[in-house]
């Protein structure tokens, strides 16, 4: 069963599970929610005077919570950032076409880009992409540092460094949505 209690201007929301074996009351805050949990005899008044009593207590767990998920999410995202700028430049100089900068953020229709400035961008979101995709589209755009269209000569040097690039941009085009 579930109930809600305010907080301020925030609600509290938690399930309340009952328990013929169960002789205390017990508040549990964790990542998936607020959980009463409580014997079969206990009232319904009882358990929300018991939750109301605590919570100032519970809103300061549920946001440690939130805090800590929040670091979590921008540790993984500093560290996919991270792996695709590195393997840029890897790839970069094994190949001999190094760009004036790297940068990584969020593009919207696009897996990379090359300007005039001879700076790759690449979008985050490659990094949902397996490492053989990855690679290609670093590749890719690094050779438009030499050639900045699709011509022939593009694709040749493209082919240059990674013969088998046709299979990789097959499946940019079956799966690629479901990354971007």
Known sequence: MKDKIKFGKSSIVYTITKSKRRKTSQIIVDQKGVEVKTPITKKESEIKRMVSDKKEWI??????FSDRAKRKQIKTKTRTLDYLEKRTWKLASKIGLIPSRVLVKRLKSRWGSATKEDIIILNEVLCKAPPRIIDYIIIHELCHLKVKDH??????????????????????????????
């Open 59 to 64: 809103f300061k767990k549920q946001l440690e």
């Open 151 to 180: 011509s022939d000569r593009f694709w040749h040097l493209v082919r240059k460094f990674m013969p088998n690039y046709e299979i990789k941009v097959r499946w940019l085009e079956d799966n690629g949505i479901s990354i971007l």
